[in-house]
């Protein structure tokens, strides 16, 4: 039985409880009452399922964003960041700009006296601990190259690279949204290395407004680059883009044998 207030009781009254006072008050039968009663609790349930369906789907985008690798992140939002250098800058090469999560790290700019095919190249230096990226950088408005597929190549080599070097290129949307990026990362140039030649493949759709691209280093060493250059390759040509692997179409290794 439920324990209803006496007259002049002042109580704050739920819904379920609202409904139950009008409904024995009308004189409504038993299975009735509890019929509607039934309802009420259902739809109460299912909205208050659905508010948790959306904060868990909100914390599993969360989630699945903190697992992008940090540097790959970072420099696929380079274009939104107007700059990211801080601190004293040295002269760059005409036309490139000193970008990075961490540039103020790393020291970039020609090297006369390192060059390849008769071209003096430029460099990226590590020079301080430091925990992230320096890349020296450009980019271009999209409009000569929509609809079409770009390569981008150049001559590096490198000196005791601790963690990772190479070049890039990234595709931007009229929105700066994402259509196209490569850094390497997955066939990184790594210790020391003479002099040779590494490519970056991407399709450039038709709402394309931006190309940014360059070459990287993270952690210790230093690596150089020249003989860059920027061109349209036919379909035949595969692309580099770092898009999701393809899922397999069945588990393997289950045993951990190989």
Same mark, same amino acid.
């Given at each position: 039985?439920?324990?209803?207030?006496?007259?002049?009781?002042?109580?704050? /009254?739920?819904?379920?409880?609202?409904?139950?006072?009008?409904?024995?008050?009308?004189?409504?039968?038993?299975?009735?009452?509890?019929?509607?009663?039934?309802?009420?609790?259902?739809?109460?349930?299912?909205?208050?399922?659905?508010?948790?369906?959306?904060?868990?789907?909100?914390?599993?985008?969360?989630?699945? $964003? %903190?697992?992008?690798?940090?540097?790959? /992140?970072?420099?696929? %939002?380079?274009?939104?960041?107007?700059?990211?250098?801080?601190?004293? /800058?040295?002269?760059?090469?005409?036309?490139?700009?000193?970008?990075?999560?961490?540039?103020?790290?790393?020291?970039?700019?020609?090297?006369?006296?390192?060059?390849?095919?008769?071209?003096?190249?430029?460099?990226?230096?590590?020079?301080?601990?430091?925990?992230?990226?320096?890349?020296?950088?450009?980019?271009?408005?999209?409009?000569?190259?929509?609809?079409?597929?770009?390569?981008?190549?150049?001559?590096?080599?490198?000196? $005791?690279?601790?963690?990772?070097?190479?070049?890039?290129?990234?595709?931007?949307?009229?929105?700066?949204?994402?259509?196209?990026?490569?850094?390497?990362?997955?066939?990184?140039?790594?210790?020391?290395?003479?002099?040779?030649?590494?490519?970056?493949?991407?399709?450039?759709?038709?709402?394309?407004?931006?190309?940014?691209?360059?070459?990287?280093? $993270?952690?210790?060493? /230093?690596?150089?680059?020249?003989?860059?250059?920027? $061109?349209?390759?036919?379909?035949?040509?595969?692309?580099?883009?770092?898009?999701?692997?393809?899922?397999?179409?069945?588990?393997?290794?289950?045993?951990?044998?190989?």
């Amino acid at each position: 039985m439920l324990g209803l207030p006496r007259g002049g009781d002042a109580v704050d /009254q739920s819904p379920i409880v609202s409904l139950t006072i009008g409904i024995l008050g009308g004189g409504v039968s038993g299975s009735v009452c509890v019929a509607l009663i039934n309802q009420l609790f259902t739809r109460e349930r299912t909205r208050a399922e659905a508010k948790k369906l959306a904060a868990e789907a909100e914390e599993a985008a969360a989630r699945a $964003e %903190e697992v992008r690798s940090r540097t790959t /992140q970072t420099m696929a %939002e380079a274009n939104l960041l107007e700059r990211g250098e801080t601190g004293p /800058q040295a002269p760059l090469p005409t036309g490139w700009r000193k970008w990075g999560d961490d540039a103020s790290a790393y020291e970039m700019g020609c090297d006369a006296g390192t060059v390849h095919n008769g071209k003096r190249s430029g460099y990226v230096k590590w020079r301080r601990p430091n925990a992230g990226f320096g890349t020296m950088m450009q980019d271009i408005r999209a409009d000569n190259c929509r609809g079409r597929r770009l390569r981008l190549s150049a001559y590096a080599k490198t000196r $005791e690279v601790e963690k990772w070097a190479g070049i890039w290129m990234r595709i931007d949307g009229p929105k700066s949204e994402l259509l196209g990026f490569d850094n390497m990362q997955r066939r990184p140039i790594q210790g020391t290395t003479e002099w040779a030649k590494y490519e970056v493949v991407l399709d450039v759709p038709e709402e394309s407004a931006q190309i940014a691209f360059g070459f990287l280093l $993270e952690g210790r060493g /230093q690596v150089w680059c020249t003989d860059m250059a920027l $061109e349209t390759v036919s379909q035949s040509v595969p692309t580099t883009d770092l898009a999701p692997e393809e899922a397999s179409m069945s588990p393997v290794n289950l045993d951990f044998s190989v």
